[in-house]
């Protein structure tokens, strides 16, 4: 499918096939790739087909990367044709099992909002922020999601901002929104579409323009900035096989170091949604036959890096507080290149 079709004009069926099949050619990009096949057939109203093909990952002989995520969306499709209870237990075991990735968070308390489950779905986003925001000086840009979906359930519920409501406002503030938060979360909003006052209604005309303005510039980033990263072993060999590359990687050491001084600077500039890809040497040289390119071309790496990515390559920079290390040390970040 382009970037650019209409979800309108999307096929999502065939997408979905046309997903499988590159699923198998890719077994490394499966689970990535397998997910979005199951939101295309979600969005062609085939859930059950969609519930198939979570099992199908979850009963997988392959370690999962995700796999609370794949049950959160599992537990969200299941609610929608009528498993509640199947539903409510997978949401249950994802909270318990508190990961460290926000997106499981965001599904399973997004579930519980879509039916009507309030409380428990602040409870949720709560218990998701206070375990991956703690003592965290500025939220990943990942993390965003849980703090608005928290900020919105509590205006629906008519609760007094408390200090990470506030951070929300700051962080919607700063990607320089003219509608506030408490504006677009606003339960009464609704009511002035069926106004008689010509005012009232291009003014939620206006604010209706700034929310779908702010989704549009998050769907136009589907995938991290990502920087290429390559362990010792295959920069070795990559240099080794093609020394026109050797002005571009003169040494491991320095390779990690600019991937940090990179991605630093990138961040200072305001770039959000950050993230790393890992090559390898057989990859990156299919890649270049595809491309009918050469793979001593150091034009083609960026190529290389921005595809990873678009196949979910892509790990979240910097990485969680308390995680490992994005250079594969085994250290803590904060520790190695985060110090």
Known sequence: M??????ENVDHPAEAARLERTAARYPEDAEALLLQAA????LAG???????????LLSSAATLETPHLVRALKASNLWEYGHEAEARAIIDGVRTAAPRDPAPWVIVAESLESHDELEAAQETFTE????????????????HPLLFGRHRVRRMLGVSHDEWDT??????????????LDELHDPKRVWSLGSDNPAELEAEISRLRAELGAYREALSRPFPVAVLHWPEGELAELVGA??????EYPSHEEHLATIEASLRELA???????????GTVPSYEAFAASEGASPGDVELLPQYATTLAARGRAVVWPPQRGGSCWCGSGRAYGECHGD
């Open 46 to 56: 085939d859930r059950p087909a969609a519930t198939a093909l979570y099992d199908r």
């Open 268 to 278: 200072a500039s305001g770039t959000p949604n950050l993230g790393i890809v890992t």
């Open 39 to 42: 939101a295309h057939l979600e």
């Open 167 to 180: 951070l929300a406002d700051t962080l919607h503030s700063s990607h320089a929104s003219p509608v506030s």
């Open 2 to 7: 382009r970037p650019d079709t209409p979800a």
């Open 128 to 143: 998701g922020v206070t375990l991956l925001l703690t003592d965290v000086p500025e939220p990943p840009y990942s993390t």
């Open 242 to 247: 093609y020394e026109s590359l050797a002005v």
